[in-house]
């Protein structure tokens, strides 16, 4: 059971736009940034959103994220193809002293 | 150009001890917090550990506290991961990688090591 709640899966078909939800509480989203990461299969992950809803570089501007209390999304706008990949949440807690990760959505692409 | 080079992973028997090195290099590394994360085969992400930039600050999961130390070296541009009285549930591919502060996972990654605890 993961501290941060993720969907386990999400789909779409091309062009679409996907939305994935990571559930905390207070001590971790509540009080601190979200990142988002991207593992595409057989590959280390990719920082994807970082500081809530912002996009290194390089990161198309189809990705978004936000934060609101307890909850941050990811959004994937104009979905392709090649965005089938899992993706992760992850924020520090204050009350456990650590990062967590949320459990991962697999999201795949009609 | 930003990298991260693990190595010191393999088989090793439950109850062994295995060190892990990450080699950083294209950045400063005395500037950047520095990470373990860890996949266990088919499974999800888990971070292990982290380590300030001086390693005034350090933290890990529940899981591997008192097991497992990490540390860095500013003079060879590397961070550290001892593993002692290793179990099956370490078994995974672990990540070096870079923070940017105390909450993030890792802005850079390496490609990973493989540690398999089995007898």
């Known amino acids: 059971q993961s501290v941060l709640t993720q969907p386990p899966s999400a789909s779409g078909t091309p062009g679409q736009r996907v939305t994935i939800s990571c559930s905390g509480n207070?001590?971790?989203?509540?009080?601190?940034?979200v990142d988002w990461y991207q593992q595409l299969p057989g590959t280390a992950p990719k920082l994807l959103i970082y500081t809530n809803n912002q996009r290194p570089s390089g990161v198309p501007d189809r990705f978004s994220g936000s934060k609101s209390g307890t909850s941050a999304s990811l959004v994937i706008s104009g979905l392709q193809s090649e965005d089938e990949a899992d993706y992760y949440c992850a924020s520090w807690d204050d009350r456990a002293y650590g990062v967590f990760f949320g459990g991962g959505t697999k999201l795949t692409v009609l | 150009e930003v990298q991260l080079v693990e190595s010191g992973g393999g088989l090793v028997q439950p109850g062994g001890s295995l060190r892990l090195s990450c080699a950083a290099s294209?950045?400063?590394?005395?500037?950047?917090?520095m990470n373990w994360v860890r996949q266990a085969p088919g499974k999800g992400l888990e971070w292990v550990a982290n380590?300030?930039?001086?390693?005034?600050?350090?933290y890990y999961v529940d899981s591997v506290k008192g097991r497992f130390t990490i540390s860095r070296d500013s003079a060879k541009n590397s961070v550290y991961l001892q593993m002692h009285s290793l179990r099956a549930e370490d078994t995974a591919v672990y990540y070096c990688?870079?923070?940017?502060?105390?909450?993030?996972?890792?802005?850079?990654w390496g490609q990973g090591t493989l540690v398999t605890v089995s007898s």
């Open positions: 380590i300030k930039q001086d390693g005034s600050e350090i």
């Open positions: 990688a870079r923070g940017y502060y105390y909450g993030s996972p890792g802005d850079y």
């Open positions: 207070r001590s971790n989203i509540g009080s601190n940034d």
């Open positions: 294209g950045f400063t590394f005395s500037s950047y917090w």
